[in-house]
Nanobody, 124 residues
Framework: QVQLVESGGGLVQAGGALRLSCLAS????????MAWFRQAPGKEREFVAA????????YYPDSVKGRFTISRDNAKNTVYLQMNSLKPEDTAVYYC?????????????????WGQGTQVTVSS
């Protein structure tokens, strides 16, 4: 069993930056692909970023590529999402997810555990 707790959300002006953190419980964190998804009001949850269990591979959709960076610290059981140049359309609840050695990072059903989410609001 893995529990995920996100933090770092908040209100920021357009062009600003935030860093989200996701702390995972358990001793097998290093075997999980970690990802961030987001869900805006009235929209489906969408993929934002993923990092493989080794940290060697990172993945982003075009909407955030070049602005967001995912990283992990296996010694701290934590995955981060650095978000720069934020836009109002980035406003959403951001969720952390963990998938056991997941390789198809885009499929939400490949993730075994989810956090409760943290709100990010970008004002124009």
């Amino acid at each position: 069993q893995v529990q995920l707790v996100e933090s770092g959300g908040g209100l920021v002006q357009a062009g600003g930056a935030l860093r989200l953190s996701c702390l995972a419980s358990g001793s097998t964190f290093s075997s999980y692909t970690m990802a961030w998804f987001r869900q805006a009001p009235g929209k489906e949850r969408e993929f934002v970023a993923a990092i493989t269990w080794s940290g060697a591979g990172t993945y982003y959709p075009d909407s955030v590529k070049g602005r967001f960076t995912i990283s992990r610290d296996n010694a701290k059981n934590t995955v981060y999402l650095q978000m720069n140049s934020l836009k109002p359309e980035d406003t959403a609840v951001y969720y952390c997810a963990a998938g056991w050695r997941t390789t198809n990072v885009l499929q939400q059903t490949n993730y075994d555990y989810w956090g409760q989410g943290t709100q990010v609001t970008v004002s124009s």
